[in-house]
């Protein structure tokens, strides 16, 4: 029975350690997709394995986000979760943004500081959500990797916060066929109606 008390006692404990643990992950949403050339896409960046309404809460980011530049080009950013709200700005009292990207280069990077308190942060901010949604054009036919740069998370007190990352993928691909062909097929019927209106 005592060896039983601490073996129940010694899985509570581990479970526990385990749980306060729990790896930060940054990744995309979605984490893959296939898309036109010539459309637009939105990716989501988004943190996982915070505290649930506990800390550790997120206070800031600095990350960059990496990309074939011959295949996306980026449009811009809105800094939040849609459906959450933005976990760093949670009484709309505002927060420090910054998304700097040049022209032509494959990398982007987006910076936030959160102007709420730390008890705000700790009792208030969900455990997972959407940092931001970073929108592309699909410029090329091929496949482009989104990973990660340089990153910097620090919690509601400023400390640092390590994350693991999981990369994320977009394939563009030729516009389908049917898509031509009700395109020629709407063209010719342009066509003739023009030519009954003149005849």
Known sequence: MKYFTRFIFGAILLSVSATSQAALVLGFSPSSQTVSVGSSLGVDLTISGLGNFAPDSLGAFDV????????????????????LGDQL???????????????????????????????????????????????????????????????TLSDAIGGALT????????NVVPIPAAIWLFGTALLAL????????VA
């Open 64 to 83: 960059d986000v990496l990309f074939d530049n011959s295949i996306l080009g980026f449009t811009g950013a809105i800094y939040g979760d849609p459906v």
């Open 89 to 151: 700005d949670l009484f709309s009292l505002g927060s420090f943004t910054g998304t700097t990207h040049t022209p032509g280069a494959g990398a982007v990077n987006l910076f936030q500081l959160s102007f709420d308190t730390v008890s705000d942060l700790d009792t208030m901010q969900a455990d997972s959500f959407t940092l931001a949604t970073l929108t592309f054009d699909a410029l090329a036919i091929g496949s482009s990797s989104l990973n990660f740069g340089s990153i």
């Open 163 to 170: 994350a693991n990352t999981a990369p994320g993928q977009v």
């Open 190 to 197: 342009v066509g003739l109606s023009r030519r009954r209106k």
